[in-house]
C-alpha cells in the first residue's frame, strides 16, 4: 500500500499540523506530550499501524486548526525523532518542519531516579535533561547526572 | 561578584511551578565546585600547591587572614563531622566568618521550606556556601539557584568534591606525585560519593583503579563506563586483600547502613573487609591507608600505629584542601610566600 494512499484513510485538514512517520504505536504517547487530551476543542485525527515504505508501520496525527510551534515539537524528540511535520493552510502544505533535539531537553520529562533533587514537585527550577549522544539516545538528567532509562522517562513526560 | 543572569521563556505546563516559565539557563553563572569537572588537572594542582603552603596556617602556627571580612554559610541538611568542622576551621583560620544553618529539625526546612527558597535567603547572607544534602543533584540545584559559590559537600550518594581534593593532597603528600599510581577503592562503592569523585579524578590523572567490593555494592555501572570513556584503567573484584601486593594507595570505605533500605541486605554486607596489620605484610613500603571516616571495623586499630596509616592526616588535610578551595572560588589570591605575608599569632 502506498504512502499516499494510507494518508487518505483520513481527509485532508483545511489547516492544522501534520505529523507523519511515528514510529509504529508511539501516536498516543506523542498526543500526550503535545498535551493534546479529551479537553482538547479542536478535532484531531489518529492514525496506527498503517503501512509505510520507510518504516514498514507508522502512525499519523492530524490535529486541525492548530499550527503546533517549533518548541513543541521539539518534545517529540523522545518519542519520534524522525517524524515529518507539515503546517497546512489552505489545504496545502504551508511549512515543513524538522524535529530538532538541541542539546538540552527542559520541562518535558522528570528525572526517573527517585533521589534527584527534581522529585520534589515543589522545587521551582526547570527539569533539565542534556543530551549526551544521539544515536542511540541517551539523556542525563542536569542536577543529578542520573542517565535516564528511556521506557521509564516517557512515563514522567510534564 | 558577577551577578548577570539571562532570563529566557520556556514551555511549561501546570504541574510545574510558574516560576520555571523564568528561569536562568544558559546566562553567566557563579562557578562553585559541584562535581570534579569543575576543576581542570592544572586548576586541582594549582589548589593543592596553595593548600601545601598554608599548612602552617591550617596549623595555627602562622596567622594570614586572607579571608577576612567575608561569610562562609554552612548549609548541612544531614549530619556531618569532619567536613562542616573542617570548611568552618578554614574560614576562621583565613579570618573569615561562619554561618550555620543549624539542626535542619529546627530550621525552616521542616516547615517545607524549598532547597530554592533557602538558596534565596543564605545566599543573601553570605560570600560563599558549603552545603550537604541527602538528595542527588541538589548541589547543582543550589548552584542554579545562587549568586554565590557552591562548594558540594555531599548529595545524596552523587559526589563530594572537597574530599577529594583532600583525598589527591593526602596522596600526593605521601607519593610526591598524582599520576601512574596504583589506587584500591574497596568497600561502598555503589553509595560511596567519596569514591565516585575520587575515581573521576585519579583516572583524569592517569592512575590504575581496582574496585574492591560485595558484588552488590559494586561501582555504578555509568561511572565505570564514563571512566572506561576516558582511558581509565579499571579492574572490578570481590577480593580486596590479593590485590594489596602491589598498590600504592588503599581507600578504604564504609558500608553505609543509613544507604540500605532492607536490613538483611545491610547484614550481608556489612564487614565485607576488615584490614588489620596481619595483611600487611606483604605489600609496599610506601603503601598507604586511607579513610574518609568515620570507620566502623574495615580498619582495625591496631593499623593505626603502622607506618602505612594515613586516615587522621587526610582527615587534618580537609582543612587545607578546603582553605585552598575558599580562596579558589571566593578570588582570593594565595601568597607565595606565606611566611613572610603572615603574621604570629
Request: net charge negative; with cysteine.
Amino acid at each position: 500500500m502506498s504512502n499516499e494512499h494510507s494518508m487518505r484513510r483520513v481527509t485532508a485538514i483545511r489547516n492544522g499540523t501534520v505529523i507523519d512517520h511515528i514510529p509504529q504505536g508511539q501516536a498516543l504517547a506523542v498526543l500526550d506530550m503535545l498535551g493534546i487530551s479529551d479537553a482538547t476543542s479542536v478535532p484531531v485525527s489518529l492514525v496506527m499501524n498503517v503501512p509505510s515504505k520507510k518504516m514498514g508501520n507508522k502512525d499519523i496525527i492530524k490535529v486541525e486548526d492548530r499550527e503546533l510551534t517549533q518548541g513543541e515539537l521539539d518534545r517529540l524528540a523522545l518519542v519520534a525523532p524522525d517524524a515529518n511535520v507539515a503546517i497546512i493552510r489552505a489545504y496545502t502544505v504551508a511549512e515543513k518542519m524538522i524535529i530538532n533535539l538541541g542539546d538540552e531537553m527542559v520541562n518535558v520529562v522528570r528525572c526517573t531516579m527517585s533521589n534527584c533533587i527534581t522529585a520534589n514537585l515543589r522545587e521551582p527550577l526547570p527539569h533539565r535533561m542534556k543530551v549526551v549522544s544521539r544515536d542511540p539516545l541517551e539523556l542525563r538528567c542536569h542536577y543529578c547526572g542520573r542517565p535516564q532509562d528511556l521506557d521509564k522517562l516517557v512515563k514522567n513526560v510534564i | 561578584m558577577e551577578n548577570s543572569r539571562r532570563v529566557k521563556l520556556l514551555i511549561f505546563k501546570d504541574n510545574v511551578h510558574e516560576f520555571a516559565a523564568l528561569v536562568v539557563i544558559g546566562g553567566k553563572t557563579v562557578a562553585g565546585l559541584i562535581t570534579m569537572d569543575d576543576l581542570t588537572n592544572d586548576e586541582i594542582l594549582k589548589i593543592l600547591e596553595d593548600a601545601d603552603r598554608l599548612l602552617p596556617v591550617a596549623r595555627g602556627e602562622l596567622y594570614l587572614p586572607l579571608l577576612q571580612g567575608r561569610i562562609l554559610g554552612n548549609l548541612f541538611f544531614e549530619p556531618s563531622t569532619r567536613t562542616r568542622m573542617s570548611f568552618e576551621t578554614a574560614m576562621k583560620r583565613l579570618g573569615g566568618e561562619v554561618v550555620n544553618l543549624g539542626d535542619v529539625k529546627t530550621s525552616s526546612v521542616v516547615k517545607g521550606e524549598t532547597l530554592f527558597d533557602t538558596i534565596q535567603m543564605v545566599d543573601g547572607y553570605t560570600d560563599i556556601i558549603a552545603m550537604r544534602h541527602p538528595r542527588q543533584g541538589a548541589a547543582q540545584y543550589a548552584q542554579d539557584s545562587a549568586r554565590v559559590p557552591i562548594l558540594n559537600g555531599g548529595d545524596g550518594a552523587g559526589h563530594h568534591p572537597t574530599q577529594t581534593m583532600l583525598d589527591l593532597f593526602t596522596i600526593k603528600q605521601a607519593h610526591g606525585k598524582l599520576d601512574g599510581l596504583k589506587v584500591i577503592l574497596a568497600g561502598d562503592l555503589r553509595f560511596g560519593r567519596t569514591v565516585h569523585s575520587l575515581s573521576h579524578a585519579l583516572t583524569r590523572f592517569g592512575c590504575e583503579l581496582i574496585f574492591a567490593s560485595p558484588e552488590i555494592l559494586k561501582m555504578p555501572p555509568e561511572i565505570v563506563s564514563d571512566l572506561k570513556a576516558h582511558g581509565g584503567d579499571i579492574t572490578e573484584t570481590e577480593d580486596l586483600y590479593s590485590m594489596m601486593e602491589d598498590a600504592d594507595v588503599v581507600y578504604m570505605t564504609r558500608i553505609q547502613k543509613e544507604r540500605f533500605s532492607d536490613e538483611d541486605e545491610y547484614a550481608k554486607v556489612a564487614g565485607a573487609y576488615k584490614l588489620h596489620t596481619n595483611d600487611l605484610s606483604d605489600v609496599k613500603a610506601g603503601m598507604i591507608i586511607m579513610h574518609p571516616l568515620p570507620r566502623v571495623d574495615e580498619i582495625h586499630p591496631s593499623v593505626d600505629t603502622t607506618r602505612h596509616a594515613r586516615y587522621f592526616e587526610q582527615a587534618f588535610n580537609g582543612v587545607v584542601a578546603r582553605m585552598a578551595l575558599l580562596c579558589k572560588l571566593l578570588g582570593v589570591e594565595v601568597p607565595a610566600d606565606v611566611q613572610k605575608a603572615g603574621g604570629a599569632l
